[in-house]
């Protein structure tokens, strides 16, 4: 279990010269704030500000973002107020748990929880992406103490995550956590799915275990010999919930599977990944079109190593290659990037500095307003999300729809008053015909008019969201009643007007 002590430890191995004793005052202040009050585990609730400021200790993350980690929770459920925070800690440490407060308390009208929730997260991450990462702190420990919590609450905080925090952890290249949190909420949400998949790997992975561990011998070797320095060279087992998926794929058959577990050579440099990459295939048989080179060609998340499945003897072995920075990246994402900042003079190595997490961080910062942070994104091509666009309300809401939605969608996921009386939209400020298809980020104004009835039969020619179709179908008369009533308004609007 995490101490004020094992925090202080995780946080000064990678930032030395962090301000401890404020780590200790934030230890002191949210301990008197939490005074009494426990978990439903039964333990004190500091037990819980500890674990997140653990965790973000865990992802090498900056002495503010630990502090904030201890006082997250502190405005929403104490006494103390984030007025008592900015005076005891400061303007940065309290812009972060004001965003913690904010996403933790934010009220939303109407849609459901999914949306609600991602609005809330782009929001967040938007002003300070920082707020997510102490997010992800704050869930985590969450997940791991679930147990104590009510099924039903449990299973809807599990499936949230697995829906909303993982993809996002996804995409913002944090492979460690994104696998954490997907084990964990698979572990509520399919006891029984998650268990057996788990005694699939077990049975198999005595064998498995001591093929990997022959392989790596002799392939330690190889490189001696050629003068490759190994930084690093250590099986990893795939997560629970990417195996399951990957099982289900291949029919339930596990021995289809050649991940699960893989074995990992960190290497100085990118000319000894491929230099490895080329040592390993001269002793074994690699697969046909297993060979993947994410690092000419990064995943769309900056994801970058040298994939490779050989034949190794009566086994087959995958083999994942890079260098310190990109396993880093691999493993941290988004998070790395404040870990180089504190010590910039370690610059990023030239083929990091374009990746999307470096963008991205640069982005927030200077990106204000959640209009043009969601435009850049698109611009980067993020898919979060697939399937699902977002899109905003003049007045800043955001409305979550299936791709390729059309105005009406929009209206009607609105108010049905809306959508009947919809007769234009503007996207962008620009007037558009209703049949337009709508991209995320996009800012859309519906043109109603009162007078108009009902709506038309037309528009299920493009209508994408199950509510709109339904009361379209249910409420529209025909092409030729719906023509003639906009005849009828057409004509008699300007004659009110004169008179
Ligand atoms: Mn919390």
């Not at 279990?1 to 230890?27: F, G, N």
């Not at 809807?156 to 829906?163: N, T």
């Not at 611009?379 to 955001?398: A, E, H, M, Y």
Request: proline share 4%; hydrophobic share 40%.
């Amino acid at each position: 279990m995490p101490t004020l002590e094992t925090v202080i430890k995780s946080l000064t191995k990678y930032h030395p010269k962090a301000d401890t004793d404020m780590v200790r005052l934030a230890y002191d202040f949210a301990e008197t704030a939490h005074q009494g009050q426990m978990r439903l585990s039964g333990e004190p609730y500091i037990t819980h500000s500890l674990a997140a400021a653990q965790n973000l200790a865990d992802m090498r993350l900056p002495g503010t973002m630990v502090i904030a980690g201890l006082l997250h929770d502190v405005p929403e459920d104490t006494l103390y107020t984030l007025n008592d925070i900015k005076k005891n800690f400061g303007e940065d440490v309290w812009r972060l748990v004001a965003g913690i407060t904010k996403l933790g308390t934010l009220k939303y009208r109407g849609m459901d929880r999914y949306a609600e929730n991602l609005r809330k997260m782009f929001l967040a991450m938007a002003e300070d992406i920082r707020v997510i990462l102490i997010k992800f702190a704050d869930r985590l420990h969450n997940l791991e103490t679930l147990e104590s919590q009510p099924e039903a609450k449990r299973k809807r905080i599990a499936l949230e995550s697995l829906e909303i925090f993982a993809p996002i952890a996804n995409r913002l290249g944090m492979g460690d956590i994104k696998g954490k949190i997907e084990d964990l909420s698979f572990r509520h949400l399919q006891p029984e799915a998650y268990e057996w998949t788990k005694g699939l790997i077990a049975e198999r992975l005595p064998k498995l275990d001591k093929h990997l561990e022959r392989a790596k011998h002799e392939i330690l070797n190889d490189l001696k010999a050629a003068d490759i320095k190994v930084i690093s060279a250590h099986g990893r087992l795939k997560h629970i919930f990417s195996l399951y998926k990957k099982i289900l794929k291949y029919d339930k058959d596990i021995s289809k599977v050649h991940d699960v577990v893989a074995l990992r050579l960190i290497v100085p440099t990118i000319a000894d990944c491929y230099a490895a990459l080329g040592i390993i295939h001269a002793r074994w048989k690699p697969l046909k079109g297993r060979i993947k080179d994410y690092i000419a060609q990064p995943k769309p998340n900056g994801y970058q190593s040298l994939h490779t499945t050989v034949f190794c003897d009566d086994e087959i072995i995958e083999f994942q290659i890079r260098t310190p920075e990109m396993h880093e990246a691999a493993e941290f994402g988004i998070a790395a990037h404040w870990q180089y900042e504190e010590h910039d003079k370690k610059a990023l190595p030239a083929d990091h500095q374009v990746s999307w997490v470096q963008e991205l961080a640069t982005l927030q910062r200077e990106m204000q307003d959640q209009k043009t942070f969601m435009k850049s994104l698109q611009s980067l091509k993020v898919d979060v999300f697939q399937n699902r666009i977002f899109v905003f309300t003049p007045k800043g809401d955001v409305i979550e729809l299936p791709e390729d939605a059309s105005p009406v969608d929009f209206a009607y996921s609105i108010h049905t008053d809306i959508g009947r009386t919809c007769v234009g939209a503007r996207v962008n400020d620009v007037l558009v015909s209703l049949d337009t298809a709508l991209h995320s980020g996009d800012v859309v104004e519906i043109i109603t008019d009162k007078n108009r009835k009902a709506p038309s039969a037309d528009w299920l020619q493009f209508a994408k969201t199950h509510g709109a179709r339904v009361k379209i179908k249910s409420e529209s008369r025909g092409i030729l009643s719906g023509l003639l009533e906009t005849v009828v308004t057409a004509t008699k609007k300007p004659f009110k007007k004169k008179r």
